[in-house]
């Protein structure tokens, strides 16, 4: 039978208690397995709270409420707490705040909180005004819908006393460093997706349900989810979902639930580090409010396995779609690498945003490149307008060889030192883009390396030759490209224009000293409109310029 005692009789018991293991978690009040309500009235802030370790039907923490000065911890301590339940929840938090939910007790145990099955409902729910939690180094697995809920929904039974943006707002929401696998729905859940208006029946009214500001989703694993990896909406402000990995999300194929991290209604989150395979869904979807940045995130074969015989029902590596976008809000999408998406790598299809930037990423054997060469790489909706889209720098190959891998086989993304994507790109530092998915500042050498990763090998680049040449202007071009020559060259140098299909349209050496030039120049009015590369060899050294010409 499940006991329900109060927390100060807990306090008492427990000075009889063996301690478990040689746990250094120093605990204030210690929990045996078998209780399964913990009441904050006799809970103090600061206080540390210690699960100890064995089977757990549930967990609920009602009213359990710190300060921001002095959380109150709850953790696992002499080995690990298994919750397996057919209950509603694995653990609730009950008008919960300034919480740290911690499996981190023992050093050797990856995760010590492990919810290993819920039979009728969701690993975790941060719920009834809960606020300012942190959970971390738990594992989630089996549950008949999602991972973690964190949302107050705004009917709870009264209708004179509803819970809406008017009256609660939930701050500084964390969680890190958590595994989430084999999840019927969402993986993670933030936010209402209802940002809009939520409809309640049993009132006959529409209100608008609470906001989150301040939301970090970090350092997470996320495998094998029916629904989206990770989705976040209504967070409006001060969101960052970034370094988590998402493996084999949307396996329910449920319409409008296929992504590995949904930024929906509402949201405005940084998204950036996040490494992304063989999903279903789109890689990444971004309905939010605007003003924020997608950058540095690895995305392999978004959708390739979803109806793969027909090529019309698309998934991309990000799509950019619009809900509510806050005037004169932007999208910028940087440095990504999109591997074989199934249909194009970036779909932007945003008509309300006052700009968007897709620059610096690189993007290979996009599905759609058989059927619509010109949208397969880039997709820009016919309804956007093309003077709020600015295109730079972007690398795009047909097939996965040609960017030069590390160990494509393997999974390492990282570039060869003598990749044509090292040197590609634009600098984007004044973005505060300074750092690669490994943490890695860039640029490295001269200029940033195209997509997610910027190689830190020495040899990186062409370094010498580097300093030599310009960049090309105009770019976009129209009639003539002029290359600067920035230091005497006494070697060969060649230029060649490349399609991206591999067609050669230009194509000039120069074997004289060419010292007392200034600039080069490539006539370029006989040259149809499209991307292309530009190669210039100086000597055997290779530099590779992205080129559009536009007529």
């Avoid at 290979?364 to 059927?371: A, E, F, I, K």
């Amino acid at each position: 039978m499940k006991k329900h005692i109060s927390i100060a009789i807990l306090s008492i018991i427990c000075l009889l208690c063996t301690i478990i293991g040689k746990s250094q978690v120093n605990c204030d009040i210690e929990i045996p397995s078998d209780v399964v309500d913990i009441d904050g009235s006799d809970i103090n802030p600061g206080d540390v709270i210690c699960l100890l370790p064995g089977h757990k039907d549930f967990l609920r923490l009602v009213d359990v409420q710190g300060t921001e000065a002095m959380p109150i911890t709850i953790i696992n301590k002499g080995g690990a707490v298994v919750i397996n339940t057919d209950h509603f929840y694995g653990v609730k938090f009950d008008n919960c705040k300034h919480i740290i939910f911690s499996g981190n007790g023992e050093p050797d145990i990856d995760y010590g909180i492990q919810i290993t099955r819920v039979g009728s409902g969701a690993g975790m729910s941060v719920d009834n005004r809960s606020t300012n939690v942190e959970i971390e180094y738990v594992e989630i697995s089996f549950t008949l819908i999602g991972g973690i809920y964190a949302k107050t929904e705004p009917y709870q039974g009264d209708c004179d006393n509803l819970i809406t943006r008017e009256n609660f707002t939930m701050y500084d929401l964390k969680i890190h460093d958590c595994y989430l696998h084999d999840i019927a729905d969402e993986g993670f859940y933030i936010g209402s997706s209802k940002y809009t208006g939520q409809t309640i029946d049993s009132c006959n009214i529409v209100v608008l349900p609470h906001v989150i500001v301040g939301v970090q989703i970090y350092n997470n694993i996320v495998e094998n989810t029916g629904w989206d990896g990770i989705q976040v909406s209504s967070a409006i402000e001060d969101c960052k979902i970034y370094n988590n990995i998402i493996r084999y999300d949307s396996y329910e194929e449920y319409p409008s639930q296929m992504s590995g991290i949904l930024i929906g209604g509402g949201a405005k989150c940084d998204c950036y580090n996040n490494q992304i395979y063989d999903g279903k869904g789109d890689g990444i979807d971004i309905f939010g409010l605007g003003d924020m940045k997608i950058y540095n995130n690895l995305i392999v074969r978004a959708g390739r396995s979803f109806e793969p015989n027909d090529v019309n029902k698309f998934k991309h590596g990000i799509y950019v779609g619009e809900l509510v976008t806050t005037p004169g809000a932007d999208f910028k999408l940087y440095n990504n690498t999109i591997i074989s998406p199934k249909s194009s790598g970036i779909k932007y299809a945003n008509t309300q945003a006052t700009m968007g930037y897709i620059k610096n990423n690189l993007i290979t054997d996009p599905g759609q490149l058989p059927y619509s060469s010109s949208t397969a790489y880039l997709n820009i909706d016919v309804d956007v307008d093309p003077q709020k889209v600015e295109i730079s720098n972007n690398f795009e190959q047909p097939n996965n060889t040609t960017p030069k891998f590390v160990d494509y086989n393997n999974y390492n993304f990282d570039l060869k030192p003598d990749s044509p994507a090292v040197n590609y790109g634009t600098s984007l530092t004044a973005e505060g883009i300074t750092f690669d998915i490994e943490d890695r500042f860039r640029p490295f050498h001269t200029y940033f390396d195209a997509g997610a990763y910027e190689c830190h090998d020495p040899y990186a680049g062409i370094n010498e030759y580097q300093t030599m040449i310009g960049m090309p202007y105009p770019n976009p071009a129209n009639d003539f490209i002029n290359i600067p020559i920035l230091r005497s060259i006494d070697k060969s140098v060649s230029l060649k224009l490349v399609s991206l299909t591999g067609n050669l349209v230009f194509n000039s050496s120069y074997t004289n000293d060419i010292s007392d030039i200034n600039e080069l120049i490539i006539d370029t009015k006989n040259i149809i409109s499209g991307e292309y590369i530009l190669q210039i060899n100086i000597d055997g050294n290779s530099i590779n310029r992205p080129i559009i010409i536009v007529k």
